[in-house]
């Protein structure tokens, strides 16, 4: 999932290991809450409009930040 790869790619300087327990717990918990509210059709379609309606707040530069990630995660499927 893109949390892993994101993990992955992080290096985060000077970290205790018990911290790093606390961010592995943390996108666990993401993706367990992630997995039960957008199991379904529907629950993409939500995840759809939530999108967008964060997408309309955000500027322009961090829009077009997004898109990048996206392409980048489109060709590692």
Do not use: H
Not at 12 to 29: A, F, K
Not at 34 to 56: F, M, P, Q, V
Request: glycine fraction near 6%.
């Amino acid at each position: 999932m893109l949390y892993e790869r994101l993990r992955e790619n992080l290096s985060i300087g000077n970290v205790e290991d018990e911290q790093d327990g606390n961010l592995t717990e943390l996108y666990s918990s993401v993706d367990a809450m992630n997995k039960d509210r957008y199991r379904s059709g529907r629950g993409r379609r939500l995840a759809e409009r939530e999108l967008l309606t964060i997408l309309t707040e955000l500027p322009k530069k961090d829009v077009l930040e997004l898109l990048e990630l996206a392409k980048i995660k489109k060709r590692w499927i």
